[in-house]
């Protein structure tokens, strides 16, 4: 694996998991891997989760860890052969390969305009590092994917899972704001590869890329989708057709406990608390939110175990 920046093929993830759940069981057992290595990661946006998991797990592995906001930097121009006599004062030729030689390992957060639809779908910014960085690049959330959300989301599912194919849906929520739909990707594309029954329910109008949902079947009747599910993954996205609108703020959509009956409540978090899904929803037994977080950690580390060894 030369990068983590998409979902890999089916092969790598299952040896990613496996490699989590060994990771998971004895967190310290690979600190020599790491030794005299760094990690830096650098945020074009903010975090609670990404940013501090992937560090513990860096430094489960013996890495040292630098971490720049960029928003404390020179701003960087992406666009080749552009004029830069406005604010931008680096180009990401230059700033790729000047970072390239303070570390061994790049991680990056820069999420999507919801403006322009073409300029996100190239994924300019973090193709842009990949291009001109000289060592291996970790996706921490970009315009259009989220594989370090998805990985640990995939190992959560097969440690609760009693079933040998568990029904799976991701079912859109609503918000108040337009989100990126990077998590969503991630997750349908990993859930494709994954041994579950596998279902999206949304309403009418957020249908998401069909370069992505494929032939996952889609319903548009979320108690329908819902019924006889083991695993309900809450979501909310921005509509991809009327690119970054909110079209939709239906409160029905909301999950209760009710509507989830047996299954087991998953979200990548942050979350709103009775927008996305109601408090008795978080705070019962089934919700795996908390569990999903800790295991951000052990995705991490053994996709940077991966890079360190194999890249
Ligand atoms: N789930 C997730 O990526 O959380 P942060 O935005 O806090 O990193």
Not at 16 to 42: E, Q
Not at 289 to 296: D, K
Request: charged share 20%.
């Amino acid at each position: 694996m030369k990068n983590y920046i998409d979902i890999p093929d089916k092969e790598v993830t299952t040896s990613l998991i496996k490699s989590a759940m060994n990771l998971k069981n004895d967190p310290f057992k690979d600190l020599a891997i790491g030794k005299n290595k760094r990690l830096i990661m650098l945020f074009f946006n903010a975090s609670l989760r990404t940013r501090l998991s992937t560090q513990q797990a860096a430094e489960q592995l013996g890495m040292h860890v630098s971490i720049l906001n960029i928003s404390t930097a020179w701003s960087i121009e992406f666009e080749d052969g552009s004029i830069m006599n406005l604010e931008k004062a680096e180009h990401v030729k230059e700033a790729a390969q000047v970072i390239s030689q303070y570390c061994d390992i790049l991680a990056i957060r820069a999420f999507p305009s919801l403006t322009d639809k073409e300029k996100d779908l190239s994924e300019q910014l973090i193709n842009g590092f990949k291009t001109h960085a000289s060592v291996p690049i970790i996706n921490m959330e970009s315009a259009t994917a989220h594989p370090l959300q998805a990985l640990a989301d995939a190992l959560t599912i097969k440690e609760m899972s009693t079933k040998s194919t568990p029904k799976v849906v991701l079912t859109w929520a609503p918000h108040p704001k337009a989100l990126p739909h990077s998590v969503a990707n991630s997750f349908i594309k990993m859930m494709q590869q994954q041994p579950v029954d596998f279902s999206i329910c949304h309403p009418e109008g957020y249908e998401l890329d069909p370069n992505i949902t494929k032939n996952t079947p889609i319903s548009y009747n979320q108690e329908a989708a819902l019924q006889g599910a083991d695993f309900v993954y809450a979501k909310n996205w921005s509509s991809f057709n009327q690119y970054g609108q909110v079209t939709n703020q239906d409160s029905s959509w909301m999950l209760t406990e009710q509507k989830l009956d047996q299954a087991q409540f998953m979200h990548c978090l942050p979350i709103r608390r009775n927008v996305i899904t109601e408090d008795a929803v978080l705070d019962g037994k089934k919700s795996l939110v908390i569990q999903q977080a800790n295991n951000r950690t052990y995705a991490a580390q053994a996709v940077i175990k991966e890079l360190l060894l194999n890249s």
